[in-house]
């Protein structure tokens, strides 16, 4: 049954709310008294279906339904989560929260503020505790940090419930264990905008000399390790301990101004916005988003690739949602054992499917079928595996962008040291290319061939005795430059 998401507020955060359930799967319905508010929303989901499929190696599910409430009563009807995303001021939040809860008193409520502690949030409230803060980051639908703060008057089990909803939609809940203003990641940018305030101030450094040293440099870093494993890696062998040693006497060093803040004053204002025009005022902020967008997709699928940081969460989001989309196996027929969609990645100049992603689709599918048969990762790990020995593969057809595809065995034949099989990448039922794989059961420590166990055996042979009765597809046993 899909679920209802209600946003309070559809400004930049809730927008980014919205797109986040709406691409998961969940209807979602907006309050905002905004009478431009529906073609902002519009624009920001025009942004979040160009990048956030792009970190998924599964299909995207069917997209929810968006609405448009005209009060806040009839946007939360029904809710099963409510994310308020209104202006910084708590006498509104609290008016919010009090018309939410005279007919929602038992329903989740996250709020995205960025100062506001949950404490303050719940006073005078009917029900305090199901509000709760949900600190997101922008762009809500691709950044997957939201900080999760409650008070002592959270309901410890609907905090519990509100991570798991983050979670499957693709966030990382980070659980903040004691409330205080501006939570954590926001306290770190307070920090960093100061002393980049007297920077800018003080003639040393243009706004984008100081936006070259985050990007070029720690920013990196900071994306991919954080702060102290930053500064773990800093210390060399020797570790955290001998980088204390060694900076923590900076610590007394007047190197910034953090404990000293600029008068903010017209001159400086003017002086930040103007240098700001001149670095970035040849782009829309629509360009920008886009642009922005691009680097965190190719950023963040490159962490995924390596499976660390963000990139690791993209990941078990991705296993989460893989059995929805693997339809379970039947041995009578050609196993469909995986679905994909082609990303940008897998495109080539001539904008189709490039000759590598035909052979990973290959991959994803036997690998799919090895979990099937119990060679999956754990195995492995005994020191085993099936080595692909030999592939032979056959361009069919085109595939583009945004295709999805099918990737089916059919076992050929098998006995308890090989394994041959046929697999079909299909696009509409079509095959786009056909690859036939020789696979050899090795003992990787001896480096040699070896018999399977009986516990892969008993799983491997049923399939290919209802396989045999298969009509052999024609592409069995061709070679390279054979006629059709």
């Known amino acids: 049954m899909t679920r209802k998401a209600a946003i309070i507020?559809?400004?930049?955060?809730?927008?980014?709310w919205a797109a986040r359930f709406l691409l998961n799967g969940w209807n979602v319905s907006v309050f905002d008294p905004d009478p431009q508010a529906a073609r902002k929303i519009g624009e920001v989901m025009a942004n979040a279906r160009a990048s956030l499929p792009a970190l998924s190696d599964i299909p995207m599910q069917a997209e929810g339904v968006l609405s448009f409430a005209d009060t806040i009563t009839e946007a939360v009807q029904g809710a099963d989560y409510i994310q308020e995303s209104v202006s910084e001021r708590l006498e509104l939040k609290h008016r919010v929260f009090a018309q939410i809860q005279q007919s929602c008193p038992d329903t989740l409520i996250g709020s995205s503020t960025s100062g506001f502690k949950p404490s303050e949030l719940q006073q005078n409230a009917a029900n305090p505790a199901t509000i709760f803060v949900a600190h997101p980051f922008n762009p809500v639908y691709l950044l997957p940090l939201a900080e999760v703060v409650p008070s002592?008057?959270?309901?410890?089990?609907?905090?519990?419930?509100?991570?798991?909803?983050?979670?499957?939609?693709?966030?990382?809940?980070?659980?903040?264990?004691?409330?205080?203003?501006?939570?954590?990641?926001?306290?770190?940018?307070?920090?960093?905008?100061?002393?980049?305030?007297?920077?800018?101030?003080?003639?040393?450094?243009?706004?984008?000399?100081?936006?070259?040293?985050?990007?070029?440099?720690?920013?990196?870093?900071?994306?991919?390790?954080?702060?102290?494993?930053?500064?773990?890696?800093?210390?060399?062998?020797?570790?955290?301990?001998?980088?204390?040693?060694?900076?923590?006497?900076?610590?007394?060093?007047?190197?910034?101004?953090?404990?000293?803040?600029?008068?903010?004053?017209?001159?400086?204002?003017?002086?930040?916005?103007?240098?700001?025009?001149?670095?970035?005022?040849?782009?829309?902020?629509?360009?920008?988003?886009r642009i922005r967008d691009g680097n965190l997709v190719g950023f963040l699928r490159a962490l995924k690739d390596r499976n660390w940081g963000a990139g690791k969460v993209l990941r078990e989001h991705d296993e989460r949602r893989r059995v929805a989309f693997v339809a379970a196996?039947?041995?009578?027929?050609?196993?469909?054992?995986?679905?994909?969609?082609?990303?940008?990645?897998?495109?080539?100049?001539?904008?189709?499917?490039?000759?590598?992603?035909?052979?990973?689709?290959?991959?994803?599918?036997?690998?799919?079928?090895?979990?099937?048969?119990?060679?999956?990762?754990?195995?492995?790990a005994t020191g085993f595996s099936y080595y692909t020995a030999e592939s032979h593969i056959m361009h069919k057809g085109e595939a583009k962008l945004g295709d999805h595809l099918t990737g089916s065995v059919q076992v050929i034949a098998a006995d308890e040291k090989r394994l041959h099989i046929f697999i079909a990448i299909q696009k509409d039922g079509v095959d786009v290319a056909t690859i036939e794989q020789m696979l050899l059961h090795v003992d990787m420590a001896a480096g040699r061939t070896v018999a399977a166990p009986a516990a892969i055996l008993d799983r491997l042979t049923p399939v290919a005795h209802a396989h045999a009765g298969l009509a052999r597809p024609t592409a069995v046993g061709r070679f390279t430059g054979q006629r059709n």
């Open 329 to 380: 196996p039947a041995t009578g027929a050609p196993m469909v054992m995986a679905r994909m969609q082609v990303l940008p990645s897998w495109i080539d100049y001539n904008g189709h499917m490039t000759e590598s992603r035909y052979l990973f689709a290959a991959s994803e599918t036997s690998d799919a079928f090895l979990r099937f048969i119990g060679a999956d990762m754990d195995y492995v």
């Open 9 to 16: 507020g559809g400004g930049v955060i809730g927008g980014g």
């Open 152 to 289: 002592p008057a959270s309901d410890p089990a609907a905090i519990e419930r509100a991570k798991e909803i983050l979670r499957e939609i693709g966030m990382f809940p980070l659980h903040v264990r004691k409330e205080i203003d501006a939570h954590i990641a926001d306290r770190f940018l307070e920090a960093v905008w100061r002393e980049a305030l007297w920077l800018v101030k003080d003639g040393i450094a243009t706004t984008e000399e100081i936006d070259e040293a985050i990007r070029m440099g720690f920013g990196l870093r900071w994306g991919q390790m954080g702060l102290f494993e930053t500064y773990r890696v800093a210390g060399g062998e020797a570790g955290m301990k001998h980088f204390m040693a060694q900076f923590g006497p900076c610590l007394q060093w007047p190197w910034t101004k953090l404990t000293d803040v600029p008068e903010f004053t017209e001159e400086l204002v003017d002086l930040i916005a103007g240098q700001s025009d001149a670095q970035s005022g040849h782009h829309t902020i629509r360009e920008l988003e």
